[in-house]
T-cell receptor, first 108, second 112 residues
Framework: EDQVTQSPEALRLQEGESSSLNCSYT??????LFWYRQDPGKGPEFLFTLYSAGEEKEKERLKATLTKKESFLHITAPKPEDSATYLCAVNGNNRLAFGKGNQVVVIP | NAGVTQTPKFRVLKTGQSMTLLCAQDMNHEYMYWYRQDPGMGLRLIHY???????AKGEVPDGYNVSRLKKQNFLLGLESAAPSQTSVYFCASSYPRVYGYTFGSGTRLTVV
């Protein structure tokens, strides 16, 4: 069974204080690791897909990296609008299995 | 371009009542999914469909039924609602091989 564990569960950052979110996974045959952003009362919004160890992708202040056992979402110089829950998911059998999320609050 | 549309957005049911949640997508996606999201539990897959006329069970299928009569629609039914089914329900769709899901905005269901 595919498993995804995200840490920390919750994170409070000062504006401009860079940090990283961790997603560790176990899957039989990774067919992609996905990061989503979810704002309160809304559905998850797609951010990145990573397929192989060593791959990196960037979007504004966010950078996702992938190893054989985990992925990191780096938030560089965050702004209050980066406050959200970030969800990690793995595709091991043509279905996504999600972690419980990292809730990030950026304080002005 | 609407993407994935879920109706209704909010609903309150009494225990034992039935209802159907509708999901419609306009992206010609083959695959569709129903998830529920509960505090501290993350997103859990209820049922999914890999094409018109086909459905399959996910992680937590008990108490729910689904139908995919048309490619663009995926219906989730609760035959006899229970308080344990109080949750936020999300529909999603994707192309085959899962290049990325597109999610709807959710249905908040309360069973009293």
């Amino acid at each position: 069974e595919d498993q995804v564990t995200q840490s920390p569960e919750a994170l409070r950052l000062q504006e401009g204080e860079s940090s990283s979110l961790n997603c560790s996974y176990t899957v039989s045959g990774l067919r992609g690791l996905f990061w989503y952003r979810q704002d309160p009362g809304k559905g998850p919004e797609f951010l990145f897909t990573l397929y192989s160890a060593g791959e990196e992708k960037e979007k504004e202040r966010l950078k996702a990296t992938l190893t054989k056992k985990e992925s990191f979402l780096h938030i560089t110089a965050p702004k209050p609008e980066d406050s959200a829950t970030y969800l990690c998911a793995v595709n091991g059998n043509n279905r996504l299995a999600f972690g419980k999320g990292n809730q990030v609050v950026v304080i002005p | 371009n609407a993407g994935v549309t879920q109706t209704p957005k909010f609903r309150v049911l009494k225990t034992g009542q039935s209802m159907t949640l509708l999901c419609a997508q306009d992206m010609n996606h083959e695959y569709m999914y129903w998830y529920r999201q509960d505090p501290g539990m993350g997103l859990r897959l209820i049922h999914y469909s890999v094409g018109e006329g086909t459905t399959a069970k996910g992680e937590v299928p008990d108490g729910y039924n689904v139908s995919r009569l048309k490619k663009q629609n995926f219906l989730l039914g609760l035959e006899s609602a229970a308080p344990s089914q109080t949750s936020v329900y999300f529909c999603a769709s994707s192309y085959p091989r899962v290049y990325g899901y597109t999610f709807g905005s959710g249905t908040r269901l309360t069973v009293v």
